[in-house]
């Protein structure tokens, strides 16, 4: 079984930062692709940042610049950097991973719960 805990969400004002991160746990051989989305009401779930294993990025145009993802592959985290935070901003952020868990080279998406990311005054 595998797992996916976010942890780090709360409330900040505009303009402040604040840091989420997501661990991975249970029965792993390999994590591909890590990243982070956001459901905003009335939309569909949007990208955020997603990471390879390798390192390489991809970012939402609006984050660009102002979100910085990263990922420990020895311990099997994920993290999200977020400054000069919006309203906008304000969304439940998921974590997903792509993971081979029993069959090598056979990768699965999982998803977290979800941390909460308020940004207001």
């Known amino acids: 079984q595998v797992r996916l805990v976010e942890s780090g969400g709360g409330l900040v004002q505009p303009g402040g930062s604040l840091n989420i991160s997501c661990a991975a746990s249970?029965?792993?051989?390999?994590?591909?692709?890590m990243g982070w989305y956001r459901h905003p009401p009335g939309n569909q779930r949007e990208l955020v940042a997603t990471?390879?294993?390798?390192?390489?990025?991809n970012y939402k145009n609006s984050v660009m610049g102002r979100f910085t993802i990263s990922r420990d592959n020895a311990k099997n985290t994920v993290h999200l950097q977020m400054s000069s935070l919006r309203p906008e901003d304000t969304d439940v952020y998921f974590c997903?991973?792509?993971?081979?868990?029993?069959?090598?080279?056979?990768?699965?998406?999982?998803w977290g719960q979800g941390t909460q990311v308020t940004v207001s005054s």
């Open positions: 249970g029965t792993i051989i390999t994590i591909a692709t």
């Open positions: 997903t991973a792509d993971i081979s868990s029993t069959v090598v080279n056979s990768y699965k998406a999982y």
């Open positions: 990471i390879t294993r390798g390192g390489r990025t």
